[in-house]
């Protein structure tokens, strides 16, 4: 209907454009509205009071004009003057209830539109690096990533998402020692482990793993591995570490390592421990119901010499330099706060200098858009991604950057802890048996993603309305169960068509407002889409839920008259196919009962 109205006031500004009443204007700009009062009628536009004084025109001379050229519509019942120009409409009946036929008709397809015209975008989330299983601060950004692609594919965009694997780097190396040194142990190795190795249970499974594979064959004795290591770490009563460089520590373990096990068989510990944690991640994504469609590796960068050619880009553009043996980035002249190290004075590649290529890569491959989600420990990191791009030639507005803060889990009034290196936290996957995926991925995109959160997981286990989840599902499970009561009741078998040429019997002001209620549900996805905001399908979702809920209560559905008892359940069948559309969007699944 907004459409529709849309149409007719464009079509009457367009006459008074061509008379040369009014001068060009933007089509995009006119906005028809719900009035906030209902007495004022079922739609406004201020669209007489915005185009006035530039035109130098009185609002409501305009209005009156505007009016007077509107094209009949036989669903218009009337357009009336309100205040200093508003003009608010009122509409038929009837025609309030006119979109049900379209639900009815695309069910699963409804609110699909076309606002992306079938432009490529790349959507970029997750990536959590491959050092353990996804704890519950990488699940807000799961659900968000996901919600979001789907809610830009339902938006007629074309959409890849992608997971970046930080496979490289120092990192690797430690988590490669780790388990390394987990299957010393195994071997009969006696030493103090790092404290900065990582010590989940997952990293002795893999050591166990080797073990059974290849024996003790990758052994070698502690007093070689720890031979010439920095300073010993020296550790107070809880595990701190009160004197030794910890991180030079582990460093020199890993050349060691790398000497005693040489290159083949330290990459196999490598890709051994890497498989493991990779096949791990997948599943529990997959679980979650997050689907990728790459998985791109950071060592393919090096394999294939995009680091070089990128940084080639750089050089040829005079924006790098060398200092101290390495070489830098003058990110300083894009807003960084300092230059940045993509060489360092020993020849290794930094870990942004990957990034710098991975961006490259990504432009190459012609995304009209490129959105990128990181955690908001990252906002730093921005300037200096975006300057490499820039730097490069290339346009940055191709790059959005969406920052998620991590969600803070609570187990009544105790905070639970997330360090991977611990291996003290609460994984993704704890987190869904506790309280079921439908709860966990709704939670987390129920609120903007750059708001602060408290997982509440006593609200997201209640069966009660105060559950904002349980309260849509259940309005989903009650338009359900009322079929179900039609037919325990004898009633003749619902005909979507019969509903349909009875809808004028719907003459409630709750099914006016449900019905709708139902047709703004396309607006919703676009302006989510718009603004990359999935919360905003939750909202909607919660105040269709309301109106559904306030309707079945105040109105009987399963009556005796035939005619209205269709078009009541024509009413409940469009309603139940929205709350499922959006749900699943979500998603979250869409229960025929609870």
Same mark, same amino acid.
């Given at each position: 209907?907004?459409?529709?109205?849309?149409?007719?006031?464009?079509?009457?500004?367009?006459?008074?454009?061509?008379?040369?009443?009014?001068?060009?204007?933007?089509?995009?700009?006119?906005?028809?509205?719900?009035?906030?009062?209902?007495?004022?009628?079922?739609?406004?536009?201020?669209?007489?009071?915005?185009?006035?004084?530039?035109?130098?025109?009185?609002?409501?001379?305009?209005?009156?004009?505007?009016?007077?050229?509107?094209?009949?519509?036989?669903?218009?019942?009337?357009?009336?003057?309100?205040?200093?120009?508003?003009?608010?409409?009122?509409?038929?009946?009837?025609?309030?209830?006119?979109?049900?036929?379209?639900?009815?008709?695309?069910?699963?397809?409804?609110?699909?539109?076309?606002?992306?015209?079938?432009?490529?975008?790349?959507?970029?989330?997750?990536?959590?690096?491959?050092?353990?299983?996804?704890?519950?601060?990488?699940?807000?950004?799961?659900?968000?990533?996901?919600?979001?692609?789907?809610?830009?594919?339902?938006?007629?965009?074309?959409?890849?998402?992608?997971?970046?694997?930080?496979?490289?780097?120092?990192?690797?190396?430690?988590?490669?020692?780790?388990?390394?040194?987990?299957?010393?142990?195994?071997?009969?190795?006696?030493?103090?482990?790092?404290?900065?190795?990582?010590?989940?249970?997952?990293?002795?499974?893999?050591?166990?793993?080797?073990?059974?594979?290849?024996?003790?064959?990758?052994?070698?004795?502690?007093?070689?591995?720890?031979?010439?290591?920095?300073?010993?770490?020296?550790?107070?009563?809880?595990?701190?570490?009160?004197?030794?460089?910890?991180?030079?520590?582990?460093?020199?373990?890993?050349?060691?390592?790398?000497?005693?096990?040489?290159?083949?068989?330290?990459?196999?510990?490598?890709?051994?421990?890497?498989?493991?944690?990779?096949?791990?991640?997948?599943?529990?994504?997959?679980?979650?119901?997050?689907?990728?469609?790459?998985?791109?590796?950071?060592?393919?960068?090096?394999?294939?010499?995009?680091?070089?050619?990128?940084?080639?880009?750089?050089?040829?553009?005079?924006?790098?330099?060398?200092?101290?043996?390495?070489?830098?980035?003058?990110?300083?002249?894009?807003?960084?706060?300092?230059?940045?190290?993509?060489?360092?004075?020993?020849?290794?590649?930094?870990?942004?200098?990957?990034?710098?290529?991975?961006?490259?890569?990504?432009?190459?491959?012609?995304?009209?858009?490129?959105?990128?989600?990181?955690?908001?420990?990252?906002?730093?990191?921005?300037?200096?991604?975006?300057?490499?791009?820039?730097?490069?030639? !290339?346009?940055? #507005?191709? @790059?959005?950057?969406? *920052?998620? =803060? &991590?969600?803070?889990?609570?187990?009544? %009034?105790?905070?639970?802890?997330?360090?991977?290196?611990?291996?003290?936290?609460?994984?993704?996957?704890?987190?869904?048996?506790?309280?079921?995926?439908?709860?966990?991925?709704?939670?987390?995109?129920?609120?903007?993603?750059?708001?602060?959160?408290?997982?509440?997981?006593?609200?997201?286990?209640?069966?009660?309305?105060?559950?904002?989840?349980?309260?849509?599902?259940?309005?989903?499970?009650?338009?359900?169960?009322?079929?179900?009561?039609?037919?325990?009741?004898?009633?003749?078998?619902?005909?979507?068509?019969?509903?349909?040429?009875?809808?004028?019997?719907?003459?409630? !002001?709750?099914? #006016?407002? @449900?019905?709708?209620? *139902?047709? =703004? &549900?396309?607006?919703?996805?676009?302006? %989510?889409?718009?603004?990359?905001?999935?919360?905003?399908?939750?909202?909607?979702?919660?105040?269709?839920?309301?109106?559904?809920?306030?309707?079945?209560?105040?109105?009987?559905?399963?009556?005796?008259?035939?005619?209205?008892?269709?078009?009541?359940?024509?009413?409940?069948?469009?309603?139940?196919?929205?709350?499922?559309?959006?749900?699943?969007?979500?998603?979250?699944?869409?229960?025929?009962?609870?």
């Amino acid at each position: 209907m907004k459409q529709a109205l849309h149409s007719l006031v464009v079509s009457g500004l367009t006459q008074l454009r061509d008379s040369g009443q009014i001068a060009q204007f933007d089509p995009t700009h006119i906005k028809i509205e719900l009035p906030r009062d209902k007495s004022h009628g079922d739609f406004a536009t201020n669209v007489a009071m915005m185009l006035a004084k530039p035109n130098g025109l009185n609002p409501r001379a305009l209005a009156e004009q505007l009016i007077a050229h509107l094209p009949s519509a036989d669903w218009l019942v009337g357009a009336e003057i309100a205040g200093p120009g508003f003009i608010n409409f009122r509409v038929q009946a009837a025609a309030k209830f006119a979109a049900l036929a379209t639900i009815l008709e695309k069910t699963a397809d409804y609110g699909r539109i076309n606002a992306g015209e079938g432009k490529l975008v790349q959507v970029e989330f997750v990536s959590a690096n491959p050092t353990g299983p996804l704890h519950v601060g990488h699940g807000r950004g799961a659900a968000y990533g996901s919600a979001l692609v789907s809610l830009l594919r339902h938006a007629g965009y074309q959409v890849e998402a992608e997971y970046y694997v930080n496979d490289a780097g120092r990192q690797m190396d430690i988590l490669t020692v780790s388990v390394w040194l987990r299957y010393l142990a195994l071997c009969g190795e006696t030493f103090t482990f790092p404290s900065n190795g990582y010590q989940g249970d997952y990293i002795i499974t893999t050591a166990r793993a080797l073990l059974s594979e290849q024996g003790e064959a990758l052994r070698a004795s502690a007093s070689d591995v720890f031979a010439n290591v920095s300073a010993d770490q020296v550790l107070d009563a809880s595990g701190q570490v009160v004197s030794g460089d910890k991180e030079a520590h582990i460093d020199d373990i890993i050349v060691n390592a790398r000497q005693l096990l040489g290159s083949e068989r330290y990459r196999l510990i490598l890709d051994r421990v890497l498989h493991d944690i990779l096949v791990d991640i997948k599943e529990d994504l997959a679980e979650f119901g997050v689907h990728y469609d790459n998985w791109f590796s950071e060592r393919s960068l090096m394999d294939t010499g995009i680091v070089d050619a990128a940084l080639a880009r750089l050089e040829a553009a005079g924006k790098l330099y060398e200092k101290e043996g390495a070489i830098w980035f003058r990110s300083t002249d894009y807003g960084d706060a300092k230059d940045r190290v993509v060489v360092r004075d020993n020849g290794i590649k930094t870990y942004f200098a990957s990034d710098i290529a991975y961006h490259y890569n990504k432009l190459s491959r012609g995304y009209e858009k490129i959105i990128n989600i990181w955690g908001s420990d990252h906002h730093g990191y921005i300037p200096r991604v975006r300057g490499s791009i820039q730097a490069m030639g !290339e346009d940055d #507005a191709r @790059l959005e950057v969406l *920052l998620v =803060q &991590f969600a803070v889990l609570y187990r009544g %009034a105790e905070k639970a802890s997330m360090s991977t290196r611990s291996g003290q936290f609460v994984t993704l996957r704890e987190l869904r048996e506790e309280i079921g995926t439908d709860a966990t991925r709704f939670f987390y995109v129920m609120r903007r993603c750059d708001q602060h959160m408290d997982f509440d997981l006593d609200l997201a286990k209640s069966k009660s309305n105060e559950n904002p989840l349980y309260y849509i599902q259940y309005a989903h499970a009650r338009c359900c169960g009322v079929f179900t009561q039609a037919v325990m009741k004898g009633f003749s078998v619902w005909q979507s068509d019969l509903g349909l040429a009875q809808l004028a019997l719907l003459t409630e !002001e709750t099914e #006016a407002e @449900l019905a709708q209620k *139902l047709t =703004q &549900f396309p607006e919703a996805i676009q302006l %989510a889409a718009r603004d990359h905001e999935p919360h905003q399908i939750a909202y909607y979702l919660k105040e269709l839920a309301t109106q559904l809920h306030s309707y079945y209560n105040s109105t009987p559905i399963l009556v005796e008259d035939d005619a209205l008892r269709n078009a009541r359940l024509t009413l409940l069948a469009a309603t139940r196919i929205v709350l499922a559309n959006g749900l699943t969007l979500l998603g979250v699944s869409a229960p025929e009962r609870m």
